[in-house]
């Protein structure tokens, strides 16, 4: 089966870092994904992790623990129009190498 | 990248209707996808459209109330069928652009609300 676990909710105030939590359950992981998706609008890709580690992107980085089933995606120098949902995303052998999304975490900026 | 178009963007429809929803990439992709998303909810996959061949539908979803069409590398079709309240939802397409990352591009939607 599959499990994509992330926060429903958070608050950060602008200019601050916030970190968004995903953990996972797969029969066949084959690479996770970071989208950022605005009210109204069409999920947009942020990141793409498939090897442990840390992906830098300008304000955005992801991380990534293939034995813990655990990523994250840090957002650093918050700015308003970064208030949107977070969909974590991954991509499972086990599923035709489909992509399966998150419930996505609605991050709230704060001025 | 890949930019993608659907048709309409936004319909009401009444209830026992069918609404057929166009998705055209700006270039050939395999990979093509269509998703629903419920209000305040994620993404759920409803199919994969086949290009020459039936599409293949996630569990939940068949093909008589969703029928899809692929007839080339560029287009899809998605039909909901019959339509309820409980279909209000909206439909995305989607395609799988196989570059470093195999990242999947959205298309703008389709925002159905049936009567």
């Known amino acids: 089966g599959q499990n994509i676990d992330q926060p429903t909710e958070m608050t950060a105030t602008e200019g601050a870092i916030v970190q968004i939590n995903c953990t996972y359950q797969?029969?066949?992981?084959?690479?996770l994904f970071w989208y950022q998706q605005h009210a109204g609008e069409a999920p947009t890709f942020l990141s793409y992790?498939?090897?442990?580690g840390l992906e830098e992107k300008g304000r955005f980085s992801s991380f990534l623990s293939r034995s813990k089933g655990y990523s994250y995606l840090l957002l650093k120098e918050l700015q308003m129009k970064d208030s949107a949902s977070y969909l974590c995303?991954?991509?499972?052998?086990?599923?035709?190498?489909?992509?399966?999304f998150g419930k996505g975490t609605r991050l709230h900026i704060l001025p | 990248s890949a930019v993608i178009s659907q048709k309409p963007s936004r319909d009401i429809c009444q209830r026992g209707t069918s609404l057929t929803i166009q998705c055209q990439v700006d270039?050939?992709?395999?990979?093509m996808f269509w998703y629903r998303q419920q209000p305040g909810q994620s993404l759920t996959l409803i199919a994969t459209?086949?290009?020459?061949?039936?599409?293949?539908?996630e569990s939940g979803f068949v093909i008589d109330k969703f029928p899809i069409s692929r007839p080339n590398l560029t287009f899809s079709t998605l039909t909901v069928s019959n339509m309820s309240p409980e279909d209000s939802s909206i439909y995305l397409c989607?395609?799988?652009?196989?570059?470093?990352?195999?990242?999947?591009?959205f298309g703008p939607g389709t925002r159905l609300t049936v009567t």
């Open positions: 989607s395609v799988e652009v196989r570059g470093s990352s195999y990242e999947q591009y």
């Open positions: 992790n498939v090897l442990d």
């Open positions: 270039s050939q992709v395999t990979m």
């Open positions: 797969t029969s066949g992981f084959n690479g």
């Open positions: 995303a991954v991509r499972d052998r086990g599923r035709d190498d489909k992509i399966i």
């Open positions: 459209a086949n290009q020459g061949s039936e599409a293949t539908y």
